[in-house]
């Protein structure tokens, strides 16, 4: 098991945001059970879009409340797509992927929100993992969906 006592690593999980109160719901859920399996462990969560806490929001105050070197960032998206490619990197302040915008088929309406401004105050390393993807545990989840349903 992870020791994250005394870690100067923190952890940040993304979500999308959405006006209905499941999703904040189901990323707070993946907090606690973090917290319950890794006592100790810095974690937190923010919306891209649509629903507060935003990503600097959360990063300042999990950043300013705790001794943080690295912040891992973890998209809890099923695939990339506009925000894991352009904006949340824009956010983070960290490389943008190369996301050939203008060849894709998209609607985006954009939701910018007022404290879209606001600035990370971070000096540290951040990591950005890619968002779920198409995973072997995902698709046994997926299964057990329509198989309970036949």
Avoid: C, W
Avoid at 51 to 73: F, G, M, R, S
């Amino acid at each position: 098991m992870v020791n994250f006592n005394n870690s100067k690593i923190g952890i940040l999980l993304l979500s999308h945001g959405s006006r209905l109160p499941q999703g904040e719901e189901v990323i707070k859920s993946y907090v606690e059970m973090f917290q319950t399996e890794y006592p100790g462990i810095i974690i937190d969560y923010a919306f891209m879009e649509l629903k507060q806490p935003n990503i600097p929001e959360t990063i300042n105050k999990l950043t300013t409340e705790n001794d943080i070197e690295k912040l891992i960032v973890v998209p809890v998206f099923i695939a990339h797509g506009l925000h894991t490619k352009r904006d949340i990197p824009k956010i983070l302040g960290i490389q943008e992927e190369d996301f050939d915008i203008d060849n894709t088929n998209h609607h985006h309406h954009d939701h910018k929100s007022e404290d879209e401004d606001q600035s990370i105050d971070f000096d540290g390393e951040i990591i950005f993992t890619d968002p779920l993807g198409a995973d072997p545990r995902i698709y046994e989840i997926i299964k057990d969906r329509v198989f309970n349903n036949f």
